[in-house]
């Protein structure tokens, strides 16, 4: 017993970080420690890579004030270094899933924001922002998800695309 407790420390410790708030998670990481929610549980880094259209890292959790709650970063290999999940950067995807009562309210602040152009087909409500991200509101859940490659300009159909993959998960 004692033995398995000590490899949950030396998981949570190696997938979650110490002192810091930024993580590094894989799905399957967090699923296997915490049994809980957050952005980086609903979408998987052959996903992620797959919306870019490069092989990405691990995902990176970070705080996402724009949506208000927490990020779930993934970085091309032609990211900047720095990396830094609280900010938006250029050869990554971002997706951020804010889940309950506070879905609705972060959806409707961040389309105030923005020049949001509505989309039809996912979940009860979505709209483009004009840049590079799409949002979502499907029951208590708010969904945003941003793809931003390498060397081209961020598309509308890459963000779609990832968000129908995340979508039938919440």
Request: proline content about 4%; hydrophobic content about 45%; overall charge positive.
């Amino acid at each position: 017993m004692r033995r398995s407790i000590s490899v949950v420390a030396i998981i949570a410790v190696s997938c979650f970080g110490v002192g810091g708030t930024t993580l590094l998670v894989g799905a399957s990481a967090v699923s296997a420690v915490t049994k809980g929610f957050n952005s980086c549980t609903v979408v998987t880094q052959a996903e992620a890579g797959k919306a870019i259209g490069a092989s990405v890292t691990v995902g990176v959790l970070g705080t996402a004030t724009v949506e208000g709650g927490v990020a779930c970063v993934f970085y091309g290999p032609s990211a900047p270094t720095p990396r830094t999940p609280n900010v938006a950067q250029s050869d990554s995807v971002r997706v951020v899933v804010v889940k309950g009562p506070n879905a609705l309210k972060w959806y409707n602040a961040y389309k105030a924001k923005v020049s949001a152009r509505a989309i039809s087909g996912y979940g009860n409500e979505a709209y483009y922002d004009g840049y590079a991200s799409l949002s979502v509101l499907k029951g208590d859940h708010y969904l945003r998800v941003a793809v931003s490659p390498a060397g081209a300009a961020p598309s509308l159909a890459d963000e779609e695309q990832l968000a129908k993959a995340i979508l039938s998960k919440l």
